[in-house]
């Protein structure tokens, strides 16, 4: 199993961005793909899970409407999205995979290795 | 949300010592949704325990977990140079799930 994610990017406020997760090593559709954020220094945060087979997502409270997630089940890659940046997005952020048969994701087996977004 | 207060926030211990760490949940939660992780500085978080107790594939029976409703433990029976790291644990039983903010485990 293993999780590829994209490399780092640098944006400036406003600006759109899209990180992607390759899963290969697994059924990739039938796993969840959670989120999470990892801000400068400090602890994880779950974004929100999304289900490659029929793209069911569930956000966290805390993100909803400030991110959006996807998935190409074709290629096995899971993608997070901003439509407008800002200088508080910058964290490294974390795919993840999850329990097929937890209605949460968790817990979470095996990690991308991370996608640092700096917005500045 | 379901808040998961852990402790203490930093453990300064050495090589060959116990380690016990602590996970308080705001909520009742069932075993099942409670996992436990350990991230070294610049890499990603490992799953060491999921459903409170059940260690991940290849991680050490020095690694244990225990717990029920609201309290949960992670401990180290005998620590290992390799084990200096931040360790969380996560509850993945209601939404949104969520994680505690860490213990740092220092020499």
């Known amino acids: 199993v293993q999780l590829v994610q994209s490399g780092p990017e640098v944006k400036k406020p406003g600006e759109s961005l899209m990180i992607s997760c390759q899963g290969s090593g697994y059924r990739f559709p039938n796993y969840w793909i959670a989120w999470v954020r990892q801000l400068p220094g400090k602890g994880l945060e779950w974004m929100g899970i999304i289900y490659p087979e029929d793209s069911d997502a569930r956000y966290s409270p805390s993100f909803q409407g400030q991110v959006t997630f996807s998935v190409d089940k074709s290629i096995s890659v899971a993608y997070l999205h901003w439509s407008s940046l800002k200088t508080s997005d910058t964290a490294i952020y974390y795919c993840a995979r999850g329990d097929e048969g937890s209605p949460l994701g968790g817990p979470f087996d095996s990690w991308g290795q991370g996608s640092l977004v700096t917005v500045s | 949300e379901t808040v998961l207060t852990q402790s203490p926030e930093t453990l300064s211990l050495s090589p060959g010592e116990r380690a016990t760490l602590s996970c308080r949940a705001s909520?009742?939660?069932?075993?099942?949704?409670l996992a436990w992780y350990q991230q070294k500085p610049g890499q990603p978080p490992r799953l060491l325990i999921s459903a409170s107790s059940i260690r991940a594939a290849g991680i050490p029976d020095r690694f244990s977990g225990s717990g029920s409703d609201t309290d949960f433990t992670l401990t180290i029976s005998r620590l290992d140079p390799d084990d200096f790291a931040v360790y969380y644990c996560?509850?993945?039983?209601?939404?949104?799930?969520?994680f505690g903010q860490g213990t740092r485990v220092e020499l």
């Open positions: 909520r009742a939660l069932a075993n099942i949704v």
């Open positions: 996560h509850q993945h039983g209601h939404s949104p799930a969520t």
